[in-house]
């Protein structure tokens, strides 16, 4: 009922900067929080980055990257964007959109994208 489909991974070199774009669509009511998750090779999925869609559009980082990640929103078009800047390999990842929706038949969904694969080189 909701999909999400990122963009804007690829390989970049240590230092470099890389904007992703998730666009939201489907049977949406509202959005009320979208967001970033990544995933190493071996470790567990850990939030980037998360905004709220509604109300002041607060949002909140995870410690590895405050200061060198941007999250921001287009609520006209239900699009999230992750300005990545200073990347090191360490950031290395497949990166996944998130959203939490209210579709037009009232339910609550959490909603995944499929993943796009960032690649840092040394």
């Known amino acids: 009922q909701v999909q999400l489909v990122e963009s804007g991974g690829g390989l970049v070199q240590t230092g470099g900067s890389l904007r992703l774009s998730c666009a939201a669509s489907?049977?949406?009511?509202?959005?009320?929080?979208m967001g970033w998750f990544r995933q190493a090779p071996g470790k567990q999925r850990e939030l980037v980055a998360r905004i709220r869609i509604t109300n002041d559009g607060s949002t909140n980082y995870g410690n590895s990257v405050k200061g060198r990640f941007t999250i921001s929103r287009d609520n006209a078009k239900n699009m999230v964007y992750l300005q990545m800047n200073s990347l090191t390999p360490e950031d290395t990842a497949v990166y996944y959109c998130n959203a939490i929706a209210i579709t037009t038949n009232l339910r609550v969904l959490e909603v995944w994208g499929q993943g796009t694969p960032v690649t840092v080189s040394s």
């Open positions: 489907g049977s949406i009511l509202s959005i009320n929080a």
